[in-house]
């Protein structure tokens, strides 16, 4: 990421039984770019498109079309195309 982006927003994918704050430090001491940690994936992509400019690209990376966060050992619904139609309002 650090090679390619300005700024990055470090959120959850699938935290499993790990603990998201850890992930979260373990990967951001690798970043040489700025940024911000959002561990609720849903406000992190809501973040990163709201401080995005029209010359920017948002990359969410991570969870691909996967349609689930698993957490703890439960698979709650999630899906990012959802949540980015939803905030750009796209049916």
């Given at each position: 990421?650090?090679e390619y982006?300005d700024?990055?927003v470090l959120?959850?994918?699938?935290?499993?039984y790990?603990?998201?704050k850890?992930?979260?430090?373990?990967v951001?001491?690798?970043?040489t770019?700025k940024?911000?940690?959002?561990?609720n994936?849903?406000?992190?992509?809501e973040?990163?498109?709201?401080?995005?400019t029209a010359?920017d690209t948002?990359?969410?990376l991570?969870?691909?079309?996967?349609?689930?966060?698993?957490?703890?050992g439960k698979k709650?619904?999630?899906?990012?195309?959802d949540?980015?139609?939803?905030l750009?309002r796209?049916?």
């Amino acid at each position: 990421v650090s090679e390619y982006a300005d700024f990055a927003v470090l959120t959850n994918d699938n935290p499993r039984y790990e603990d998201p704050k850890l992930i979260a430090k373990d990967v951001a001491e690798r970043l040489t770019c700025k940024y911000k940690v959002v561990l609720n994936r849903s406000q992190a992509t809501e973040f990163a498109l709201s401080i995005a400019t029209a010359v920017d690209t948002v990359a969410i990376l991570g969870k691909g079309a996967e349609e689930y966060q698993e957490i703890k050992g439960k698979k709650f619904p999630y899906s990012d195309v959802d949540v980015v139609r939803n905030l750009l309002r796209i049916e």
